[in-house]
T-cell receptor, first 112, second 118 residues
Framework: AQSVTQLGSHVSVSEGALVLLRCNYS??????LFWYVQYPNQGLQLLLK??????LVKGINGFEAEFKKSETSFHLTKPSAHMSDAAEYFC??????????FGAGTTVTVRA | GAVVSQHPSRVICKSGTSVKIECRSL??????MFWYRQFPKKSLMLMAT?????????EQGVEKDKFLINHASLTLSTLTVTSAHPEDSSFYIC??????????????FGPGTRLLVL
């Protein structure tokens, strides 16, 4: 079965600083990987997804993620944090079926 | 595009009553919809997969008779929590997948429904 592990349940960054959220996956077959963002009391919004095309995936709001098979990782980055980036971020994996398996989530806070 | 709505956004009910939550895909047809449950500060737990015109597929440990799912059309799925109890209080989120079910297809999520059972 596939799974993802998000390293760090909480990340605090200064406004303008780099945002780095770590996600490692476990899968015996090539995975499809997703990053979603959730604002308080709201559903999830897709940031980006990897579907075996380019290994560097660009998403919305300035986020991007790089698929590294050798490291089984799909870390999410943003060069310069904005106050509006404060939210919960989930990494998810899908393999042979359509189901998503989510990581535990990482809470991002942005300091002024 | 790809907007999913849920209704109601928040509901409070008495223990023993049933509550229905609607999930609608507003601008696309969804052959498959999913229902998740999210506890505070926790990740999403898939409860069931809803397929239009057929019975839902429930994840292990989810009571079929307690969480009734109906997917009557390509744009509407409903989750009914029957005989709700305080432990059913949670944030319920649905998602919908456009087109045919396939690998890597994006799920679009609704805004969620906060259920509080007193």
């Amino acid at each position: 079965a596939q799974s993802v592990t998000q390293l760090g349940s909480h990340v605090s960054v200064s406004e303008g600083a780099l945002v780095l959220l770590r996600c490692n996956y476990s899968s015996s077959v090539p995975p499809y990987l997703f990053w979603y963002v959730q604002y308080p009391n709201q559903g999830l919004q897709l940031l980006l997804k990897y579907t075996s095309a380019a290994t560097l995936v660009k998403g919305i709001n300035g986020f991007e993620a790089e698929f590294k098979k050798s490291e089984t990782s799909f870390h999410l980055t943003k060069p310069s944090a904005h106050m509006s980036d404060a939210a919960e971020y989930f990494c998810a994996v899908s393999v042979n079926d359509y189901k998503l398996s989510f990581g535990a989530g990482t809470t991002v806070t942005v300091r002024a | 595009g790809a907007v999913v709505s849920q209704h109601p956004s928040r509901v409070i009910c008495k223990s023993g009553t049933s509550v229905k939550i609607e999930c609608r895909s507003l601008d696309f047809q969804a052959t498959t919809m999913f229902w998740y449950r999210q506890f505070p500060k926790k990740s999403l737990m898939l409860m069931a997969t809803s397929n239009e015109g057929s019975k839902a597929t429930y994840e292990q440990g989810v009571e079929k008779d307690k969480f009734l799912i109906n997917h009557a059309s390509l744009t509407l799925s409903t989750l009914t929590v029957t005989s709700a109890h305080p432990e059913d209080s949670s944030f319920y989120i649905c998602s919908a997948q456009p087109g045919h079910r396939g690998q890597g297809e994006t799920q679009y999520f609704g805004p969620g429904t906060r259920l509080l059972v007193l």
